[in-house]
């Protein structure tokens, strides 16, 4: 699969390979799941690939974008579950049902062309740094990919916690 999306930016394959539970560090009983999208692409002839880090709360924020935009023709959202929403078996079948939704979305040329889209998948970041800099990233800082920038903090926002079996911590 390659999709053409602004510029000479083309995505090459997006995926959902992991979810992991995280610890909210001010909060030490509250967690959240937390996943891992791996995105390849190319840009000027140079092959890229980089992870994105998304909450379910994250997916939600660009569907809404997205149909806002009048942008219709991307699958439905998994819905939201209250209880359960940490076994193992939720969190894989939640991972499987994203990785879709995603992919489901990148057949839409809109969808792929969208600033929000581009935001998400950590592309943004990517195309103004090689605008300003002039060179060829191959990577991003882990405060972009994880969508948590802050340019008035260095703080992390979330400490890593033991995850449940078919779970990985990155």
């Known amino acids: 699969m390659t999709l053409v999306t602004p510029g000479d930016f083309k995505i090459d394959m997006i995926s ?5 539970l995280k610890r909210k560090a001010a909060q030490s009983g509250s967690q959240f799941a937390v996943f891992e999208l791996t995105v390849e692409a190319t840009s000027n002839s140079t092959k890229l690939r980089w992870n994105v880090h998304r909450r379910y709360t994250d997916f939600t924020e660009l569907h809404n974008k997205l149909t806002r935009s009048g ?18 078996s939720f969190l894989e079948e939640r ?6 939704y995603l992919k489901g ?9 969208n600033i929000g889209f581009m935001n998400f998948i950590g592309a943004v970041q990517f195309i103004d740094q090689v605008k300003e800099e002039g060179d060829n990233m191959t990577s991003f800082p882990y405060t972009f990919r994880s969508g948590r920038y802050s340019p008035h903090s260095s703080k992390s926002v979330v400490e ?11």
């Open 16 to 20: 959902i390979p992991s979810v992991s």
């Open 71 to 88: 942008i219709n023709d991307i699958p439905d959202l998994p819905g939201k579950r209250m209880v359960g929403n940490y076994s193992p």
């Open 95 to 100: 991972r499987a049902q994203l990785d879709d």
């Open 105 to 113: 979305a990148c057949d839409s040329h809109r969808a792929v062309s």
């Open 160 to 170: 890593e916690t033991s995850c449940h079996a078919g779970c990985t911590i990155s």
